[in-house]
Each structure stands twice: as structure tokens, then as C-alpha cells.
Nanobody, 125 residues
Framework: VQLQASGGGLVQAGGSLRLSCVVS????????IGWSRQAPGKEREGISC????????YYADSVKGRFTVTRDNAKNTVYLQMNSLKPEDTAVYYC???????????????????WGQGTQVTVSS
């Protein structure tokens, strides 16, 4: 089982990035997928979650209206489109998969079964 996150980088405030999470070893359609982030010295924060069919998505208030999560189960890939980036979005971003998490309860990062390795996003002011 593997989740491979990519797409991070350095961007100026106001810019955009799209993160990708490619999964292998299991069927993406069987899992709820979430994105979390962790800034230095802070706890890991759940920021978005997409249901198994992708029809239901939820976002933390800190990213709502700026970030969009989509999933392509046929390609075993989940995306996080991040627009209007702010310096406070700087963090390592992780994708994770869960069979049991309630999609609307994005704060429950402890409910994920598998995690990707993370990709660094740095937003300069």
C-alpha cells in the first residue's frame, strides 16, 4: 500500500499549486481520501476530505473557498488545487486514506489508515 504525494514547491503569495496523490496497492474507490498539513512546531491539521465517489467534499475554514479536492478513481489519483495561497499555508502536505473516517469530520487525522510521505509547500510573502 502506497500513497505518493507530489506537486509541492515554492510559490509567491496569491499563486497556485496543484498537489497530486497517486495510490497503489489498493483500490482508491474503497477509501475516503483526505489532505492534511503540518507546519513547523504545529500539530497536523486536516484540511480537506473527499468521499469515495468524490461527490462529497469538506474543507477546513482556513482553506475553504481557496482549495478544491478532486479525485479520479480510474487513475487512482487525488488532487488538491490550491489557489490564492498565503504564507500561512506553508507546511508539509500529506494525503491519507481511510475506510472509517466520517467525511465531514476532517479534523480526525487519527482515523486514517495509510499516509503518503508528504510534499513541502512554501509560500513567500
Amino acid at each position: 500500500v502506497q500513497l505518493q504525494a507530489s506537486g509541492g514547491g515554492l510559490v509567491q503569495a496569491g499563486g497556485s499549486l496543484r498537489l497530486s496523490c497517486v495510490v497503489s496497492g489498493f483500490s482508491l474507490a474503497d477509501y475516503t481520501i483526505g489532505w492534511s498539513r503540518q507546519a513547523p512546531g504545529k500539530e497536523r491539521e486536516g484540511i480537506s476530505c473527499a468521499s469515495r465517489n468524490g461527490y462529497s467534499t469538506y474543507y477546513a475554514d482556513s482553506v475553504k473557498g481557496r482549495f478544491t479536492v478532486t479525485r479520479d478513481n480510474a487513475k487512482n489519483t487525488v488532487y488538491l488545487q490550491m489557489n490564492s495561497l498565503k504564507p500561512e499555508d506553508t507546511a508539509v502536505y500529506y494525503c491519507a486514506a481511510s475506510r472509517t473516517i466520517i467525511v465531514s469530520d476532517i479534523s480526525r487525522v487519527d482515523r486514517y489508515d495509510y499516509w503518503g510521505q508528504g510534499t513541502q509547500v512554501t509560500v513567500s510573502s
